[in-house]
């Protein structure tokens, strides 16, 4: 049984959870505090409001520069039925992130690697067993771990066989939802005991816990979404900043875990261990769509980023101590992260690196 209370029950404690914030922007001024925002900035976040955006936060340095949080418009039912659970006391939602939860674990593995429970070379049936794929015993025993991590099993959507290992990259969120097992097969406890005891709790991240999707959610291979809201999100990413620690100083991840995570993989340059990466010659997008440019062109060479469906972002930037959120639905502009990104270098907040 989870130790973890109820969907209902979180969200009625949020509020008292609310406010133990941490550092990281209990201590910064509010927008009205540090006045109005350039008007650069001003056009970044009205470009953020028009595109369906629910939570927009930029943090530099561990101080807000901004924070908006717009609510959910009443002709989005199905948004709020099947992503939203309920809202924080400052009034940001809390929302199912997607497949940003990706870069989530891949922090929690780091952490297992650390405490020696993970070898990323060794068999993923190591972890859990035979038989979790379709492939024959000879095919799954070559698959590693980090050829899971780096979206490089060879295996189809299906878990069927495709390629050897290693060498073929294709976003397969079904297969990447083995590394859940993977890391709490490794621990010996549940997901979402080791998320609140390795992560959310050392970060501050008082709004975040692994949640079970509505059946409309179910036919994507991965039953179990993460539920948070940006300031934990914002946590999450400044502890990339700080080179694994908390905004307290505690350490939560090793420095030499941290930088593995953000190793380009040999089957895509745009992608570490279930992290996106900025600054390569050519990227493979999800849908296998080959592109001869970097992830973001107008964005810092440097840029990392925990992306989700329906235009969820977590962007940091280590040479500019920046992190910024972006949640909400889907946007309408396909180019979100450029049009943004052209936005915030033209109002200083992300000066373009070569």
Known sequence: MS????????????????????????????PAQSGAPSAGLQAAIDYAQGQKTTGFLIVHDG??????????????????????YGSTPEGALLEDVASQQKSFVSMLVAIAIDKGMIDVNQSVSHYIGSGWTKASPEQEAKIRVIDVLTMSSGLTTEFGYAAAPGGVFLYNTPVYAVSKRIVAAAAGQPLDVITHDWLA?????????WRKRPASMADIGNPTGLVTCPRDVARFGQIVLNRGK??????IVSEASLAAMFTRSAANPAYGR??????SAYTIKPLAN????SLIPAAPTDLIAALGALDRKLYIVPSQRLVVV????????????????L???AAGVGRRTA
């Open 201 to 209: 709790a050392p970060a501050g991240m008082s709004n975040t816990a």
């Open 343 to 345: 936005r915030l270098v």
């Open 3 to 30: 130790r973890h209370p109820s969907r209902r029950t979180v969200l009625a404690g949020s509020a008292a959870l609310g406010t133990l914030a941490t550092p990281l922007l209990a201590a910064a001024q509010s």
């Open 274 to 279: 279930l992290w996106w990466l900025n600054g």
């Open 246 to 251: 908390a905004a307290d100083g505690a350490r």
């Open 290 to 293: 080959h592109v001869d440019h």
């Open 63 to 84: 101080k807000t520069l901004v924070e908006k949080n717009w609510p959910v418009p009443a002709d989005s039912a199905q948004f709020r039925e099947t992503m939203v």
């Open 326 to 341: 972006r949640m909400g639905q889907a946007a309408p502009d396909k180019d979100f992260d450029q049009q943004l990104w």
